[in-house]
């Protein structure tokens, strides 16, 4: 299976604040825009199905890429966001002063969100759902529309990185990162953080 994995499109609080899994965040008209521009970039890509967490968001960035190819965007619970407990909607502003950040980033591994998950839950969930979608889709190309975290967890699993070195993974809004699992067992990772900005991808 060619797993193509595709962060969100910006909203009007990316990069502002902890939005997890609220439902009520919708792309900006930039996210939209951008939406639209991933489907073209990607429009001669040949796909069989094409999956999302099921908050708006991501469901919205691959809509077009799904509508390009008469496919239906279905959701995957497992694929959601971490789930930041009680640190849900709090400015990354005022996150970023807290002891407890400072132990995220050093050791995101063994970090467990307020009343929330832990990252290696989140990986753990996340890595069985693509899993599953790689015995449903073997020798398939296929999308998957998800969440900053949710994708780096993912990398991290595929590419054999500690869970410590997650923050390492760059994951930008519309990214598009690529996982090639062969039945063998073979896995390959050729594409991470692959970006579109006018002029075409770098």
């Not at 521009?37 to 890509?45: R, T, V, Y």
């Not at 799904?66 to 005022?94: F, H, I, M, N």
């Amino acid at each position: 299976m060619r797993l193509h994995l595709i962060r969100h499109a910006v909203t009007a609080e990316t990069g502002k604040r902890l939005s997890s899994a609220d439902p009520d965040i919708s792309l900006s008209p930039e996210g939209a825009t951008m939406a639209e521009e991933l489907a073209d970039q990607l429009s001669s890509l040949r796909l069989t199905a094409v999956y999302s967490s099921p908050i708006a968001r991501c469901r919205q960035t691959v809509a077009p890429l799904a509508a390009s190819r008469s496919l239906r965007v279905q959701t995957v619970k497992d694929l959601e966001e971490a789930d930041y407990g009680t640190w849900l909607g709090r400015p990354l502003r005022s996150a970023y002063k807290l002891k407890a950040w400072s132990r995220l980033m050093a050791s995101p591994a063994r970090f467990r969100f307020p009343e929330g998950e832990t990252l290696r839950e989140v990986q753990a969930r996340a890595v069985a759902a693509i899993e599953l979608l790689a015995q449903q889709h073997r020798n398939e190309a296929i999308a998957v529309g998800s969440h900053a975290d949710v994708i780096r967890v993912i990398l991290a699993n595929y590419l054999g990185s500690p869970l410590d070195l997650i923050h390492r993974i760059n994951v930008a809004p519309a990214s598009l990162s690529i996982v090639e699992l062969h039945e063998a067992g073979h896995v390959g990772v050729p594409v991470v953080n692959h970006t579109f900005h006018p002029g075409g991808w770098r």
